[in-house]
């Protein structure tokens, strides 16, 4: 790399507080809560609560029987699950008897079920079938059979693979995998992050630290734990200050501001696309403003924020909804912003204690003050790297073990905004363009659920596309989306196609996945879905 691009230092982590636990791997961070405050709720899922001692006794008694039925250390387990106490239980028993669990959203495919069960070598695989129908539906389909773990309720236990082999042990048990979580492939194929239990816990730490998170708070998770946001940022966060995880296993705006209210939750962290769907089930029944008793704070993850959620959450709730920045690779949490520091604007905070940042721009040279430039970070949440993919862990973390993120970032006085991907970036008449601002126009019409841009070679230039999901009852038309457009982007911005679709492609978190909306418009086209708008600017065939 030409040039030494200039290096962004956050603050050294503060001394843990005493009265805290220092974990080495996970499960000490339940052992300790179970010792000192055994009688406290950890968590809760609809009418069931589970307290320290309990969830430690039946991650005990898990463990336990994950040997018997002849696990190993290093043996790679899959739990296919949606979230639920017996999620918690069994993911803490896997990491207990040293095996990596292999964590995944019951909600995948058959094929993406298969593909990572395949890739991962599991040793066996287990489903929590009494919280997830998906998850039994795989179950069977695996062959599986049943089983009651006491407290936990009816799991399905795979059969045993007995041509798994496990991977090594680490000298040092905070070295040792903690999650291989499969990326969700919004720009290819799913790879296998190792994340070890120095990079969980480093995240949570520090999460938790910004959140100011306590034993008195009451952490609604309906992020997935298969998330790699729901399994660190959320639940192991939360657990590691002593909090009292409730877990949803689905989404749902009016049963969130129910058990908001019922439950007295005082910390919610989800997708700009949950907010969306709060605001607008308040709407419809002409709640003009949210009052939880408890609720301390909201926060956004998992997907890019824009403006107008921003705006329309905040106003509904009438508290700053704050922001972050993570990848899987890094655990995921990289920046966050401040509750002493409220911004107004989409920034996605600061850096997290002993995390390093850079901006490298064009022809890998640092990118000029002010300017976007593609985002290298390193710091103790880096992953371990790919499973059994040497050469792109080699890629993505270069020897001195800065992680490449392919996301586009700028900093203002020490604060990141992220500003796209870098293989998102459009060349169109010789200019850069970004698909979020775009993206961030879009979304701020009051029709607009979501919108999704992408750009499509044309000859020596690049054209935009735009994807736009309408919300329920929206009557708005390609014609007066682009006039809107029109009104609010340069002319090199402008979206040369709009096409009105049913829904994007999503992940079970929320994200959009971009790669599949290349071939979106020849399908809805033939399906007689699709309603496009092409501006003149560029010729375009569908």
Not at 76 to 102: D, F, H, K, Q, S
Not at 174 to 185: F, H, M, P
Not at 434 to 444: C, D, M, Q, S, W
Not at 491 to 496: D, G, I, L
């Amino acid at each position: 790399m030409d040039g030494e691009c200039p290096v962004l230092k956050a603050l050294t982590q503060t001394e843990f507080s005493a009265s805290m636990p220092t974990p080495y791997v996970v499960t000490d961070i339940v052992e300790f809560w179970a010792a000192h405050r055994p009688d406290n709720i950890a968590l809760v899922e609809g009418a069931r609560a589970c307290t320290y001692a309990q969830l430690d006794g039946a991650v005990r008694d898990v463990a336990e029987r994950l040997g018997q039925m002849g696990v190993r250390r290093g043996d790679r387990v899959m739990l296919v699950c949606e979230n639920c106490c017996a999620t918690v239980a069994i993911y803490l028993a896997i990491a207990r008897v040293g095996a990596w669990p292999v964590v995944v959203n019951a909600r995948l495919s058959d094929r993406e079920i298969d593909e990572i069960r395949d890739h991962s070598g599991a040793r066996r695989a287990i489903y929590t079938v009494g919280a997830s129908a998906r998850a039994r539906a795989h179950g069977q389909r695996h062959g599986a059979t049943a089983t009651d773990w006491n407290a936990l309720g009816e799991t399905f236990i795979g059969p045993l693979n007995e041509t798994a082999e496990p991977e090594p042990s680490e000298a040092s048990l905070t070295q040792q995998v903690a999650a291989l979580i499969y990326t969700t492939g919004t720009t290819g194929r799913p790879k296998g992050v190792m994340l070890s239990h120095a990079n969980l816990l480093f995240v949570a730490r520090a999460a938790g630290e910004v959140r100011r998170l306590g034993p008195e708070d009451r952490v609604y998770a309906v992020l997935p734990v298969s998330h790699i946001l729901g399994l660190t940022g959320v639940l192991l966060s939360s657990l590691l200050f002593g909090a009292q995880v409730h877990l949803v296993a689905r989404f749902d705006p009016a049963a969130a501001l129910a058990a908001l209210e019922r439950d007295r939750i005082s910390v919610m962290i989800g997708t700009p696309s949950m907010y969306t769907l709060l605001v607008e089930y308040a709407a419809r029944k002409e709640l003009s403003l949210l009052t939880p008793p408890a609720l301390r704070l909201i926060s956004s993850a998992g997907a890019p924020l824009d403006a107008a959620t921003k705006s329309a959450a905040e106003n509904a709730f009438g508290l700053t909804l704050h922001n972050g920045y993570g990848i899987t690779e890094t655990s995921p949490t990289l920046t966050l912003t401040p509750l002493d520091a409220p911004r107004a604007d989409c920034a996605v905070g600061r850096l997290l204690p002993d995390i390093e940042a850079k901006l490298v721009g064009a022809n890998a040279r640092p990118a000029a003050p002010g300017e976007a430039g593609e985002l290298f970070v390193r710091g103790p949440g880096v992953m371990k790297g790919y499973y059994k993919a040497p050469a792109e862990t080699a890629e993505a973390v270069d020897r001195e073990g800065w992680f490449r993120t392919g996301d586009l970032a700028r900093i203002e006085d020490g604060n990141f905004f992220i500003v796209g991907r870098s293989k998102e970036l459009i060349i169109r008449f010789g200019f850069n363009v970004y698909p979020a601002e775009i993206e961030g126009v879009l979304n701020a019409h009051p029709d607009v659920a979501r919108s999704a841009v992408i750009g499509r070679r044309v000859e020596e230039s690049e054209e935009v596309l735009a994807f736009i999901e309408l919300r329920q009852d929206a009557k708005a038309t390609v014609d007066e989306l682009a006039d809107y457009a029109t009104r609010q982007l340069a002319p090199y911005k402008r979206p040369s196609g709009i096409f009105l679709v049913p829904s994007l492609p999503a992940s079970p978190t929320g994200k959009i996945l971009k790669h599949e909306l290349a071939a979106m418009p020849v399908y809805l086209a033939r399906a007689g879905h699709l309603r496009a708008r092409h501006t003149g600017e560029t010729a375009m065939t569908v």
